[in-house]
């Protein structure tokens, strides 16, 4: 009891929050071959 009195308060600050989106959300959209196209000078 006495660890977990101490550390439950340590271990929920320093939690990291997750976010609602995939890192990788981006990837799932279209690609735009002549955007790509336009940026890269071809």
Do not use: S, V, Y
């Not at 989106?21 to 002549?34: K, L, P, T, V, Y």
């Amino acid at each position: 009891e006495q660890g977990a009195a101490e550390g439950a308060p340590f271990i929920a600050r320093h939690i990291i929050q997750t976010t609602t989106h995939a890192f990788d959300d981006f990837a799932q959209g279209g690609a735009d071959r002549e955007l790509n196209k336009k940026i890269m000078g071809i």
